[in-house]
């Protein structure tokens, strides 16, 4: 008996141990990974550090784009102390949006009681979901967090959520661009500078991972590991705050009284490139952009290419007085009717002809057979080694993520009617950033500087200087001094002259192109333009206004010209610069 | 004679390390003891700092909306400022004595 009992006992000791074994074995190494994460998520704590989007400051350092705190509300059910019905009942009418502004009275009363009346819906539905942890509404704003915590509803709580803020509105909002969400659920900026400089401005997400006790307080002698967040680095720009203010809201007014359909002004301060304003119509509102057509996104001052017309005969004038080819008293030989080539006839925009016209009269009367002649002179490889001097056929480095390059053809590629065309503006499609920067030239006495919006990136400590400093000669002394008298007396003689200030010293020139649409120009439709730098003789400012399908008048004398000239009006006053005379 | 020297000095060295092992494990304690409680203060001012943060955050983004041109447009027509749309431009006047001499 004794011995069958050892035998037993030597059977079922084994037996166990083996059996502890297996157990342990399932445990320790089957079961390790999933047991070791549940025994740190009660024990460890991970705290995301969430990095603050870089701010965007205008010249004077007021935000033109800033990072804002909002809040997630969310409900963690076992916490709960209320029943959903009276969660839903005490919170709704905190969170529902207000109704629209437009309602009044008894509609006032009954859009606002269907809104709340949703959102408690909303709410039930959200808590009756199986989920332990439910998110409610995103987007909180401070007032309504604090009310909601005025509640003291046990097993509420707030996330905090970064998000932009514009303090301007939809100010700027083309330059700016916006920030929207990247495939990953990621902020990233879209357009403008947020794209250009997304990686600058986003900075870098940290985390703190740290022991925690039974009550949730971190256990100061257990395992702590801390990377910090970097937050996103600040960008200063050259944008004055009020010019931009003041151009929108004329260009605006422009818009409404010429009947355009869209309008750009791009404002420059000569010697250095710095934009000082950047404005286009129609925008939108970057904080909501999503509400806004997707066409409307991109900058029209840099991603859009037109047909320049006669703001761009000061550029090829400039061209054939640099290289000699020209005087400002040189006669047109072949002024006094169109000019025919091959199966084209090159006339006047007003069909008047000036036998023996001199260069100045050519800008002054805007007269295209003038310009042709004059690029007779100078030959058609010269003129494009100037255009492409004043850097047309490709980008001008502007920082905008969304500048293209325009187009301007090899000289191989050009045949004798295109040379002629090309003299007045028809057959190149420019930027408006490219035309102003190339304009910009003439009042920098003959020095293309690169245009730039940045000028500082700081990350709170260090400021780096990051304006571009690029330059290079295109003309001459002389023939910039000629080239701006030309200018000038475009405007005291020629057909703009009655919107120009008194006493004013200013050198610009209009254009009023057709647009091409399919194969031809339309008889209606036109771009008026006006691009021009005052004072004359030391410019403070050159600037572009560039009006699509005015219809007030096709003219650009009747609509663009008088817009920058209000504009210039304000510019002069703004700057404190007296009158000439 | 040197066998009985090595063993009184090993003997007081173990003495020694004795007492030190002791001493740092009483500060061990003490020290853990006071940090265990001091987890909560450490909870309590990062809510603070992270409170203070929210509320700097706030009052910049309240600044900025206050000063902008946007609002300070409104708030002007409100009190009834205007534009100058024909601004006096002043010239210096000529001086007496260069006047006389002419």
């Known amino acids: ?581 | 004679m040197n066998r009985i020297i090595i063993h009184h000095k090993l003997a007081a060295a173990c003495k020694l390390v004795t007492v030190i092992v002791l001493f740092l494990a009483g500060v061990n304690l003490v020290v853990s003891n006071q940090l265990s409680t001091q987890g909560q203060d450490l909870a309590a001012t990062n809510q603070q700092t992270l409170l203070l943060e929210q509320d700097i955050t706030f009052l910049r983004q309240q600044i900025a909306t206050a000063s902008s041109l946007a609002f300070l447009d409104e708030t002007a027509q409100g009190l009834g400022f205007i534009e100058i749309t024909h601004p006096l431009a002043l010239s210096p006047a000529e001086s007496v004595a260069f006047a006389a001499r002419e």
């Not at chain 1, 009655?498 to 120009?521: C, E, F, L, N, R």
């Not at chain 1, 005015?550 to 007296?578: K, V």
């Open chain 1, 1 to 581: 008996m004794t011995k069958i009992r050892i035998k037993v006992i030597q059977l079922i000791i084994p037996l166990l141990a083996s059996l502890i074994i297996a157990r342990l074995f399932y445990w320790q190494v089957v079961r390790a990974d999933f047991l070791t994460s549940r025994a740190s998520s009660q024990y460890e704590q991970t705290v995301t550090l969430q990095a603050k989007r870089g701010g965007i400051y205008s010249t004077d350092g007021s935000v033109l784009a800033g990072t804002d705190e909002n809040y997630l509300l969310y409900a963690y059910k076992p916490q709960l102390n209320r029943s959903p019905q009276e969660i839903s009942h005490t919170v709704a009418p905190i969170i529902t949006s207000p109704p629209p502004a437009t309602a009044s009275g008894i509609d006032l009363v009954r859009l606002q009681q269907n809104s709340i009346a949703q959102t408690q819906s909303f709410i039930l539905d959200r808590l009756n979901q199986d989920s332990s942890w439910v998110a409610i509404k995103h987007h909180l704003s401070r007032d309504q967090k604090e009310a909601i915590e005025a509640l003291n509803l046990a097993g509420l709580g707030f996330d905090i959520e970064l998000v932009r803020y514009y303090p301007e509105s939809s100010m700027s909002a083309q330059m700016l661009g916006f920030v929207g969400k990247d495939i990953n659920g990621q902020a990233r900026g879209y357009f403008g500078l947020e794209g250009y400089y997304d990686r600058e401005l986003q900075g870098q997400p940290g985390k703190v991972e740290q022991e925690m006790d039974a009550w949730g307080n971190p256990i100061l002698v257990g395992n702590f590991s801390e990377f910090d967040s970097k937050n996103g680095r600040d960008l200063l720009t050259t944008i004055n705050r009020s010019v931009q203010y003041q151009v929108e809201k004329l260009l605006k007014d422009g818009l409404l009284r010429y009947q355009a359909i869209s309008g750009t002004v791009i404002v420059m301060e000569p010697k250095s490139g710095a934009i000082i304003a950047m404005a286009s119509f129609p925008n939108y509102n970057p904080a909501i952009f999503y509400q806004f057509p997707a066409e409307h996104y991109k900058n029209p001052a840099v991603a859009d290419v037109f047909e320049p017309g006669s703001i761009f005969k000061p550029l090829v004038m400039a061209a054939a007085l640099d290289a000699g080819a020209i005087e400002p008293e040189t006669q047109c030989d072949i002024c006094a009717g169109p000019i025919h080539i091959g199966s084209y006839t090159i006339g006047t925009w007003n069909n008047e002809y000036h036998p023996n016209t001199t260069m100045t009269e050519t800008i002054i009367h805007s007269d295209n057979t003038g310009m042709v002649f004059a690029t007779r002179r100078l030959g058609k490889d010269k003129l494009h080694d100037y255009l492409a001097n004043f850097g047309l056929g490709k980008k001008t480095g502007v920082d905008l993520e969304d500048e293209t390059t325009g187009e301007l053809r090899s000289s191989a590629d050009w045949h004798e009617i295109d040379a002629a065309t090309i003299a007045f503006g028809q057959g190149i499609a420019l930027t408006p950033i490219q035309i102003i920067t190339a304009i910009n030239t003439i009042a920098n006495h003959g020095v293309w500087v690169q245009p730039y919006i940045t000028q500082t990136i700081s990350d709170g400590s260090k400021v780096i200087s990051i304006a571009p400093n690029k330059s290079r000669r295109v003309l001459g002394e002389a023939a910039t001094d000629q080239i701006t008298q030309m200018m000038v007396a475009a405007i005291e003689e020629g057909d703009a002259k009655w919107a120009k200030p008194k006493d004013m010293s200013i050198a610009g020139k209009t254009g009023t192109a057709q647009i091409p649409v399919a194969g031809h120009y339309d008889e209606e439709k036109t771009i008026a333009s006006f691009v021009g730098f005052a004072p004359a003789d030391n410019p403070k400012f050159a600037m572009l206004v560039k009006l699509r399908e005015p219809q007030s008048s096709p003219w650009a004398a009747e609509t663009a010209a008088p817009l920058w000239m209000s504009l210039a009006r304000f510019l002069l006053l703004y700057y404190n610069i007296p009158p000439q005379n």
